[in-house]
């Protein structure tokens, strides 16, 4: 299914450089309850990276792409860093479960997988400063 209308959202400050930023698309639904979500401060590791990954994406009304990933989504991904496959799902934090591999979209991982494709991959820096790396094997959304 192709991706409903996007709609604005306040632009990053123009950069001399391209962006090494894969793109990214989320829902307005899923927008709307992760600006509601950043709006409050937490100690959440990630939460800085999802408000910065919010502030960059495409939103788009109405039905997403079958394989973007988004909240609810089970996702096979590749650590390549640790050269390891990963399959988890994405969830809010009050339903994140590291025993059914539900992970916060306010954990770094959750909030780098927001809005990828499969083949996209994604770096972000952690607190200390080391580089994490992954890429987008599967997406599956139930629906």
């Known amino acids: ?7 604005s959202m306040p632009a ?11 793109p990214i698309a989320v829902c307005a639904e899923d927008y709307d309850a992760l600006a509601a979500l ?18 960059r994406a495409a939103v788009v009304e109405g039905a997403l ?3 973007r990933v988004r909240l609810g989504s089970e996702v096979d991904y590749h650590d390549l860093d640790r050269d390891r496959m990963r399959t988890i799902r994405l969830a809010l934090p009050h339903a994140a479960s590291i025993d059914d591999h ?3 979209v306010t954990a770094p991982i959750g909030a780098a997988l927001l809005g990828l494709k ?5 770096s972000w820096a952690e607190a ?5 790396s992954i890429k987008v094997l599967a997406v599956r959304n139930d629906g």
């Open 1 to 7: 299914m192709a991706e409903s209308q996007e709609r």
């Open 12 to 22: 990053s400050p123009p950069s001399s450089k391209r962006d090494p930023r894969p």
């Open 38 to 55: 950043v709006a409050h401060p937490s100690a959440a590791p990630g939460q800085a990276l999802l408000a910065v990954e919010l502030e």
């Open 65 to 67: 792409a079958a394989n």
């Open 102 to 104: 539900r992970v916060s």
């Open 118 to 122: 499969p083949g996209q991959r994604f």
């Open 128 to 132: 200390g400063g080391r580089v994490r």
